[in-house]
């Protein structure tokens, strides 16, 4: 089946350095993903969608210079989170569709990556 | 994307079926209905997707009634590992602009 690997699962960073997260296609072609953040006993947050080639689309609120989106092929897609505060901490979960798939609503997720700021 | 509204909790014992109603009543033709399901600390799982009457799979069967206004997932015979929180989004498909925005979700506790 269609496997969305995310790294690293884990973060711990210093305030005001950068973090990057992967999110990998690892079976499938991926020609959009998307972004998410979630905190604690919350629901999923859209940030953003990811189209390969092209520059992501951000939901509103959403800080395009602070959350920097990169899905520079079909098989990746990367979230940097830039000068990090610890108001970013969050879990951040990626998602992608397989063309033909993805129109439908049928998306797969990575397994997230929760991020620790101090 | 219609708006979508689930009970924030609901508690079952192991091997009985569960029924989560989602309410959607402001569908539109184009939208599709889909159910996610999520573990603590791991992204949402597909569970199933339809768009009108029944549909059924290996994990669980979704009804939608005519109006389309609302839906319910069932899941037979449930364990203590579908303990999760699930949720129901509703989203036009085929158009490219289908975005997967969740609602509050509703967290289903199994006891033994």
């Known amino acids: 089946g269609a496997v969305v690997s995310q790294h690293p699962s884990w973060v711990i960073c210093k305030s005001g350095t950068s973090v990057k997260i992967e999110c990998r296609s690892l079976?499938?072609?991926?020609?959009?993903m998307f972004w998410y953040r979630q905190f604690p006993k919350q629901s999923l947050m859209l940030m953003a969608t990811?189209?390969?080639?092209?520059?992501?689309?951000?939901e509103q609120g959403v800080e395009k210079d602070k959350f920097l989106i990169n899905h520079a092929s079909l098989t990746l897609s990367t979230l940097t989170v830039t000068s990090a505060h610890p108001e970013d901490s969050s879990f951040y979960i990626c998602?992608?569709?397989?063309?033909?798939?993805?129109?439908?609503?049928?998306?797969?997720f990575g397994e997230g990556s929760r991020l620790t700021v101090l | 994307l219609a708006k979508t509204t689930q009970p924030i909790s609901m508690d079952s014992y192991e091997g009985q079926e569960v029924n989560i109603t989602c309410s959607h009543n402001?569908?539109?033709?184009?939208?599709?209905i889909t159910w996610y399901q999520q573990f603590p600390s791991q992204g949402p799982r597909f569970i199933i997707q339809?768009?009108?009457t029944k549909v059924t799979n290996e994990v669980a069967s979704l009804f939608i009634p005519a109006d389309r206004k609302s839906s319910t997932l069932s899941l037979p015979r449930v364990s203590l590992s579908d303990t999760a929180v699930y949720y129901c989004?509703?989203?036009?498909?085929?158009?490219?602009?289908?975005?997967?925005?969740f609602g509050a979700g509703t967290r289903l506790f199994v006891k033994a």
């Open positions: 998602s992608a569709g397989t063309s033909g798939r993805w129109e439908l609503g049928e998306l797969f």
């Open positions: 079976d499938f072609q991926a020609t959009t």
């Open positions: 990811s189209n390969e080639g092209s520059k992501a689309t951000y």
């Open positions: 402001n569908i539109a033709t184009n939208d599709y």
């Open positions: 339809g768009y009108k």
């Open positions: 989004l509703v989203g036009e498909v085929g158009t490219g602009g289908f975005k997967t925005i």
